[in-house]
């Protein structure tokens, strides 16, 4: 089973900053994907990268796959306090869609 | 419905209890996931059907679970004899084959 180690584990910064949150395993991933959850609420999607050194923005969200498939960050430009949140990397094996996920990293963003 | 449904959203159940949850998935998703979530940490996979077969269990932690999808579509999830390292939150997800999973609400149970 595949470990994945998210950092750091609570991040707490003023709105306007940038922050950055890492996404590592010791495992190559077939995919990888970024998930924020809101208290109560289910994990919902930003992202999914595939390819090595693939780079995806969504407006002030930037995430990057590592050239060896193992790591992935994301980072936010700009933080605003809608940023809040648990930020979940997962992954999936190939050929099997279960996913593993990340410890987590709990965002807060200070008006 | 638009998304995955589960129900109830909150549980409270006496150690010894047995409890069902249910999920509703998107209609035509074939794939369907439950997943649990202990306070402060990310999901764990539980257990995954494809259509009504149950193509891996390897995620639930006890033969006290036991999650059933009869029909391809609602899925139940039974926790008999509730214990209080029980007490969590459940997701269900589901997603066409192969693509992204879109999850629900989650039902919070908490033994008490």
């Known amino acids: 089973t595949q470990l994945l180690e998210q950092s750091p584990q609570f991040l707490s910064i003023q709105e306007g900053e940038n922050l950055t949150v890492y996404c590592n395993s010791s495992?190559?991933?077939?995919?990888l994907q970024w998930y924020r959850q809101e208290p109560g609420e289910g994990p919902v999607l930003l992202v999914t990268?595939?390819?090595?050194?693939e780079v995806k923005k969504l407006k002030r969200l930037t995430f990057q796959f590592g050239d060896a498939r193992k790591d992935s960050s994301l980072h936010i430009t700009a933080a605003q306090t809608g940023d809040t949140g648990l930020y979940l990397c997962?992954?999936?094996?190939?050929?099997?869609?279960?996913?593993?996920f990340g410890t987590g990293t709990r965002l807060t963003i200070i008006p | 419905g638009a998304g995955v449904s589960q129900s109830p959203r909150y549980k409270v159940a006496k150690r010894g209890q047995d409890v069902a949850l249910r999920c509703d998935p998107i209609?035509?998703?074939?794939?369907l996931f439950w997943y649990q979530q202990a306070l402060g940490q990310g999901p764990e996979f539980l257990t995954y059907?494809?259509?009504?077969?149950?193509?891996?269990k390897s995620g639930l932690p006890s033969d006290r679970f036991f999650a059933e999808r009869p029909e391809g579509s609602v899925s139940t999830l039974k926790i008999q004899r509730t214990q209080q390292e029980d007490s969590a939150v459940y997701l269900c997800?589901?997603?066409?084959?192969?693509?992204?999973?879109?999850f629900g609400q989650g039902t919070r149970l908490t033994v008490v």
């Open positions: 997800a589901s997603s066409l084959s192969n693509k992204s999973a879109f």
């Open positions: 495992s190559v991933f077939s995919s």
């Open positions: 209609s035509g998703h074939v794939s």
């Open positions: 059907f494809q259509n009504e077969a149950q193509l891996d």
């Open positions: 990268v595939v390819t090595g050194g």
């Open positions: 997962a992954s999936s094996n190939f050929g099997n869609e279960k996913l593993t």
